[in-house]
């Protein structure tokens, strides 16, 4: 390293000279390249890691109903998880996924039961998709395609539109879900053999013992990623790792999978409890499904939600197009990846059986997995494809100085400015919060009914940050799709929101109104939240109210 040149030593300012001062820079300097490519990654990662926490603060998503609110029970409730009890018994394959669940458990006894803990989880699920985008594009085709992909995701409405009370999307950053941090840990893993491809020898085992490790993590957390797995062979053959090397990235995974099963025994007294359960979910499903329909849904997941799900339609006919082009291995590379888990997805919302659905494919959720796969892809494309013209032709454009530079700002400029101009009209949590408050200073409130969402989510504003009870009344619930209120409903004051994003109203769209003798008794700012007092004796009427246009 103390050379500038082949064959001419490095000279180097005597002692007390002005360059002293910059030291750091001469020690950084005389590190090895290696050990300051890992310096930069590690600090490029925090960056995106960074970037996430404060995106994830930014939406702030009020912890959510179902899914997410019975992974965090189960994880509460770990290891004595009844999972023939409601909801375990409706919702098994949630409780089981322990990569999801245990670390829930952990921060819970770390930071309480409280909405810090729930904020934490959501924002390491996040961390590792975020990041494992950035790490695995960087290992293809480097640092700015791996920043300007994470970059894409990170203000994607895909990513930012989550929040039901105002313009949902999808449930994605700040939620409780699998599949941010399976998709994270995937690519994390996928990041590791490309990484391992470039080594040698003790080196390049211990990056695919890694790799296996990571890899096989994912599938703790989201169970259908084991179809990405059938095709590692052909990863490594196409990063040109040699064929026995399939038994050191096999080995970890065994592994894992052995904890798994020895979990699974000793939790619920069957090694394939979590297999099971990822099998027997599904069925008739709500939406209207046909088998061309569902051949499309993936096309349905990217257009019909949100009009920037054209990004990765796009980066996937570039990368297609790349690979025909330049015949480059890191294009086959992510074509396998993004199709390994497209042909088991499409089949299973319903080609083999319109009337037996196992995976909703026409939620973009269930796409996450690939999407750093069609980012690598189509950044790579365009790398690669302008590395192709000719030397003249880019001196004369100067494009390399000025040209590219200029229209990748105004690009990337345009559709940031597009994917975040609606967030500032989010509510937040703010609403939640001013309950909360409202609570703590009414405590003299000994009853709140509600619709099932609502009420699960309010069991988070009940405590504070940390767990700590603030409100302990009773929250009676009720389902929001039964036509009429139940009676039992209208024992004491109703917490009501009139449902944005996709979700269907309260009892067909029934709401309070004075006209019928209830009384606005508290509403947020915002307007998203109100707390009604029924009419007197509304209990005891002949009949239950029903739907209310008005």
């Known amino acids: 390293m103390g050379q500038t040149t082949a064959g001419e030593p490095a000279v180097h300012p005597p002692s007390g000279t002005a360059s002293d001062r910059s030291l750091p820079g001469r020690l950084s300097a005389r590190l090895p390249g290696p050990v300051r490519r890992t310096r930069r990654v590690v600090w490029l990662a925090l960056l995106v890691a960074a970037c996430t926490v404060l995106a994830q603060w930014v939406v702030m998503t009020p912890p959510l109903y179902f899914d997410p609110y019975y992974v965090w029970l189960g994880a509460r409730d770990w290891p004595d998880i009844p999972l023939t009890q ?208 569902a051949l499309r849904s993936f096309l349905r997941a990217m257009h019909d939600w949100q009009p920037l799900g054209t990004v990765f339609t796009a980066a996937l006919a570039l990368t297609i197009v790349g690979w025909a082009v330049t015949r480059d291995r890191r294009l086959a590379l992510v074509l396998v990846w993004f199709f390994t888990l497209a042909v088991p997805l499409t089949v299973l919302s319903g080609v083999l059986d319109p009337n037996s659905i196992s995976l909703r494919a026409w939620l973009v959720r269930y796409w996450f997995a690939v999407f750093p796969a069609l980012l690598a892809g189509g950044f790579g494309s365009l790398i690669l494809m302008a590395r192709m013209l000719p030397a003249d032709l880019v001196r004369r454009l100067r494009l390399r100085t000025l040209v590219a530079p200029v229209l990748a700002l105004a690009l990337g400029g345009t559709y940031v400015t597009y994917a975040v101009r609606a967030v500032p009209d989010l509510p937040r949590d703010t609403a939640w919060n001013e309950l909360r408050g409202y609570l703590g200073d009414h405590r003299d409130i000994r009853l709140i009914c509600a619709d099932r969402r609502l009420a699960q989510t309010l069991t988070f504003y009940t405590r504070d940050m940390w767990g700590d009870p603030v409100w302990r009344g009773e929250i009676r619930d009720f389902p929001h799709y039964e036509p009429q209120i139940p009676r039992n409903a209208l024992e004491g004051p109703m917490l009501y929101t009139r449902w944005r994003g996709q979700e269907s109203q309260i009892a067909g769209g029934w709401r309070p109104s004075a006209t019928d003798g209830w009384r606005l008794l508290w509403r947020s700012s915002d307007g998203v939240l109100q707390l009604w007092t029924p009419p007197p004796n509304a209990a005891h009427a002949n009949e239950n109210p029903g739907p209310n246009p008005d």
Do not use: K
Request: net charge positive; hydrophobic share 55%; with cysteine.
């Open 86 to 293: 409601w909801p375990f018994d409706e919702v098994p394959h949630q409780v089981t996924r322990i990569g999801l669940v245990l670390p829930a458990r952990l921060v819970q006894e770390v930071l309480g039961p409280g909405q810090a803990a729930y904020f934490t989880i959501a924002a390491l699920g996040g961390c590792a998709f975020f990041v494992g985008t950035y790490l695995v594009v960087r290992s293809l085709f480097g640092d700015l395609a791996g920043l300007a992909s994470a970059l894409v995701l990170l203000v994607h409405p895909f990513f930012t539109m989550t929040n039901p009370y105002g313009h949902e999307v999808t449930w994605s950053t700040g939620v409780m879900l699998p599949d941010m941090p399976g998709a994270g840990l995937f690519a994390i893993g996928m990041a590791a053999l490309v990484v391992a491809s470039r080594r040698t020898g003790r080196t390049q085992t211990r990056w695919l013992l890694a790799a296996g490790a990571v890899l096989a993590s994912s599938f703790l957390v989201r169970e259908f990623l084991a179809f990405l797995f059938l095709a590692i062979p052909a990863y490594l053959w196409l990063l040109r790792v040699p064929w026995r090397r399939n038994v050191t990235v096999g080995a970890p995974m065994l592994a894992v999978l052995a904890v798994n099963l020895v979990h699974n025994a000793l939790v619920w007294g069957n090694p394939l409890a979590g297999i099971r359960s990822a099998a027997e979910h599904g069925g008739q499903s709500r939406d209207y499904v046909t088998r061309g329909l």
